[in-house]
């Protein structure tokens, strides 16, 4: 059972590239979800989706775009990468119910570093 | 808004000491509450929730109670192993869009 899927695991890019990070899941959930983690931080959310071809910001979107064009895949781009962006990005998914109490599952984060 | 606040750490143990780690949260009506436990080079994993005041959540020896009257859920484990050398984070949930707001994290670190 693969569960939340993310690739590359580690990347460096140079100021001003751009890249895209994937995030896969199996597990026919309707929400996804983006967030970030600086060090000794907790995580940020930076972009999610409640369905294929939904999208709304988190709290940190600037600098990001996503896309959720099936309900499988949910990546996220940099379109022009600063060093403010290193970082270790986690995608998550959930399954819908009316109670808020379903918890998210996480894939193994990539490594982002900005040089 | 809604914000959690856990304790810094790191936090150092011997193996087999009680562990406590606190978590207070600020939020309107009644968030769904979950701890998650991130091992090194790991995701995060759900360890326990609660949904509802005074339900208590247990798993693996760890148990966290949803205090609405303190706006706590702090989380407990009697007896601790090298193994559960981890970062622990609290969250809080409320229903639109199934967001997760995180604390800090706690790093702890189990001596043997």
């Known amino acids: 059972n693969a569960g939340v899927t993310q690739t590359p695991k580690f990347r460096i890019l140079k100021i001003g590239q751009s890249m895209t990070l994937q995030c896969t899941q199996d597990?026919?959930?309707?929400?996804m979800y983006w967030y970030r983690q600086d060090p000794g931080m907790g995580l940020k959310l930076i972009y999610y989706?409640?369905?294929?071809?939904?999208?709304d910001k988190g709290e940190v979107p600037n600098g990001y775009n996503v896309s959720r064009s099936t309900t499988e895949d949910f990546p996220l781009r940099l379109e022009l990468a600063a060093p403010s962006q290193t970082s270790v990005y986690f995608c998550?998914?959930?399954?819908?119910?009316?109670?808020?109490?379903?918890?998210?599952?996480f894939g193994d984060g990539t490594r982002l570093s900005i040089l | 808004g809604n914000s959690v606040t856990q304790m810094e750490g790191p936090v150092t143990l011997s193996e087999e000491a009680f562990l406590t780690i606190n978590c207070t949260y600020t939020?309107?009506?009644?968030?769904?509450l979950f701890w998650y436990v991130q091992y090194p080079g790991e995701g995060l994993q759900l360890l326990l929730k609660?949904?509802?005041?005074?339900d208590k959540g247990s798993n693996k020896g760890f148990e966290a109670t949803y205090r609405k009257e303190t706006t706590s859920f702090h989380l407990e484990k009697g007896s601790v192993q090298v193994s559960d050398s981890a970062v622990y984070f609290c969250?809080?949930?409320?229903?639109?869009?199934?967001?997760?707001?995180f604390g800090g994290g706690t790093r702890v670190l189990v001596k043997p």
């Open positions: 998550a998914s959930s399954t819908y119910r009316e109670v808020s109490n379903q918890p998210q599952h």
């Open positions: 609660a949904t509802k005041a005074d």
């Open positions: 989706s409640v369905g294929a071809g939904i999208t």
């Open positions: 969250a809080l949930m409320k229903a639109a869009g199934n967001k997760l707001t």
């Open positions: 939020a309107t009506g009644y968030p769904s």
């Open positions: 597990m026919n959930h309707n929400y």
